[in-house]
């Protein structure tokens, strides 16, 4: 038989910053500055990806493809959240996230127009 590795500080800490953070959300204030940040970050990725993909002409199926990736991994997570019937903190910066890409990358698409 093998003996278990004790796990480290590292590992530790990682291991508990999700109910750490849960914890930290209870608060209103605190739950709806993640949001906007979730919102305002994802909305900054998707302009960028737009630019860049916009800016550089040849790089459009490649953009697609790694939008269409990422936005099926965040559906699929959220699907896989959706069965539980308790608020989670990572559920909404999903959906924020998810509203915030699909702004930005339709933002720079009629500005592309």
């Known amino acids: 038989m093998t003996a278990r590795l004790q796990k480290t500080r590292l590992q530790i800490s990682f291991?508990?910053?999700?109910?750490?953070?849960?914890?930290?959300?209870?608060n209103p204030w605190r739950r709806a500055s993640l949001m906007l940040i979730a919102l305002g970050a994802s909305f900054a990725l998707g302009n960028s990806i737009g630019a860049i993909a916009g800016a550089l002409a040849l790089m459009?199926?490649?953009?697609?493809?790694?939008?269409?990736?990422?936005?099926?991994?965040?559906?699929?997570t959220r699907r896989h959240w959706a069965r539980d019937r308790q608020k989670h903190l990572g559920r909404d910066l999903l959906d924020m996230s998810r509203i915030g890409l699909l702004y930005g990358l339709l933002l720079e698409g009629f500005k592309l127009l």
């Open 60 to 76: 459009d199926p490649v953009a697609a493809l790694v939008t269409v990736a990422i936005w099926e991994l965040m559906v699929r």
């Open 15 to 26: 291991g508990e910053a999700t109910s750490r953070l849960d914890q930290w959300a209870v």
